[in-house]
């Protein structure tokens, strides 16, 4: 079993819950006073051990750590879960508690998005492959909120999960493109013991459907075990994972890929370091998740 929340030690003597913008540029601004660093954790709330650990990890770098809870309208088209998503807020703030943050920012819709509010922020090419090409618009509506997020915190660090691979290649891009001060900051996904990707919509399942979510985990060990073992065609590597979802009930895939870390482009050859990538919808929930792929370094060389 991963670690519970309950299980993070540190219990954080005062927290703050603020809603304006005025308020955290207030904190900050008395951080930066005392000398502190300032790290922030954009969050959607439902916050599990995943959230915890970019919270622990901006703890151990920061004197002033701040989590922010905003389910942001714009990165769900029509139909998606945004009625739905989980809401927590009482569990959430006892869990940022345990694990010693300073400060959580929960904005409501209208501080974020104003009368008049016309930018959209948009990250052109990779935001429309993979998670873009399923969810028309998301990736903008994800960009948007994150810059503005950086800029009203200011942040020395912003920590995101590896999970969501692409929505972090395409933060990192954002801020070097935009001169974002701010350090970008990437943690590995947390797992459960059986290989479940931690993911807020993960609370959608049933126990008949978790297992069924198994697979996504289970094709992308698969893949890494066939490229690891000297695959050569990643197209027989992409087939593999396929068959293995499309053989699990309830199952149904949105992509499967191998594809260039940085670029996310899909490769017919394999690369020393690779990720695999899948989309999947178990009934109506949809997940995913991704695997960074290395390859063994042949015998004499001394590249890696
Ligand atoms: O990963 C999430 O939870 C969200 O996409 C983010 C980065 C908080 C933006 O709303």
């Known amino acids: 079993m991963p670690p519970a929340a309950a299980d993070f030690p540190l219990p954080s003597e005062t927290l703050s819950l603020v809603h304006t913008v005025a308020e955290v540029r207030e904190a900050v601004h008395a951080a930066r006073l005392r000398g502190e660093k300032v790290g922030v954790v954009p969050t959607m709330g439902a916050l599990h051990s995943g959230h915890l650990s970019l919270a622990t990890s901006a703890r151990e770098e920061c004197g002033f750590v701040i989590v922010t809870i905003f389910v942001n309208p714009s990165q769900f ?38 009368d008049g509010f016309r930018t959209q922020v948009e990250v052109t090419g990779i935001s429309n492959v993979l998670e873009g090409a399923c969810r028309p618009g998301h990736f903008s509506g994800v960009t948007t909120i ?19 691979y692409q929505q972090q290649v395409l ?42 979510a198994l697979a996504l985990s289970r094709a992308l060990k698969l893949a890494r075990d066939m490229l690891v073992r000297g695959e050569t065609s990643v197209e027989r590597v992409r087939q593999a994972m396929r068959e293995l979802l499309e053989a699990t ?5 949105d992509y499967v890929t191998v594809a260039h870390p ?28 991704n695997l960074p792929v290395r390859l063994p370094s042949a015998p004499g060389d001394r590249s890696s």
């Open 171 to 212: 933060i990192r891009r954002m801020c070097l493109d935009l001169n974002v001060p701010t350090v970008i900051r990437t943690c590995p996904t947390v797992r459960e013991a059986d290989g479940l990707a931690l993911s807020s919509r993960n609370a959608y399942l049933d126990g008949e459907q978790r297992e069924s």
């Open 77 to 114: 088209g029509p139909g998606e879960d945004f009625e739905k998503y989980p809401r927590m807020l009482e569990r959430d703030l006892a869990a940022c508690r345990r694990v010693g943050v300073d400060l959580v920012f929960v904005p409501s819709a209208a501080e974020i998005y104003p």
């Open 249 to 253: 009930p309830r199952v149904v895939v």
């Open 262 to 289: 940085e670029t996310l482009e899909e490769l017919e050859e394999p690369l020393p370091e690779m990720v695999a990538l899948v989309a999947a919808r178990v009934d109506s929930t949809r997940l995913i998740d």
């Open 146 to 164: 994150v810059l503005k997020l950086l800029n009203i915190v200011q942040a020395d660090s912003a920590w995101f999960g590896r999970k969501d």
